[in-house]
């Protein structure tokens, strides 16, 4: 019975010999549950878990490190932080689309859940570019 709900939730396997596999979001809880759920009910090797694991936590830092540089420039109205911020959300949209695409077992609701992350990181690059146009015309005057 728990099988059959298993495969009912499931989208589609991925089985490239060599190629690199991981499961997971950007935010933290629903990320581990995810790939807890998916390391106890889904045929995962001790070796493919462990990947995941890793890149799951890899994420959370670059996401992490996103965040905080975006929210700190602009709080301090600065082109550094949010540039870096900008350049961080390169990866940050890469891994997204890498979990709805490419890891080994694709559950329906990651690729709901990565598909409205992509969605909210193409509003923040609209504002971070607005934001870095419109701090770069700010003449700051002591």
Known sequence: ??????????????????SIRGAGES???MGSSLTCFQGQLLPYTSANLTLDLVM????????????FFGSK???CQRKVPL????????????MAVYYM???????????????ILLV???????????GL????????SD
């Open 120 to 130: 909210f990181y193409v509003f923040e690059l609209v504002l971070y570019t607005v």
């Open 1 to 18: 019975m728990l099988e059959i709900r298993v495969e009912s939730v499931l989208l589609e396997k991925h089985s490239r010999p060599g």
């Open 56 to 67: 799951l936590f890899l994420y959370l830092g670059v996401e992490i490190m996103r965040i």
């Open 83 to 94: 540039t870096i911020s900008l350049v961080l959300l390169g990866p940050s949209t890469i």
């Open 27 to 29: 935010k933290p809880f």
């Open 73 to 75: 420039g602009n709080l």
């Open 101 to 115: 695409l490419l890891q080994t077992y694709v559950l329906r609701l990651e690729v709901i859940i990565n598909a």
């Open 133 to 140: 146009i419109s701090f770069s015309s700010v003449i700051i």
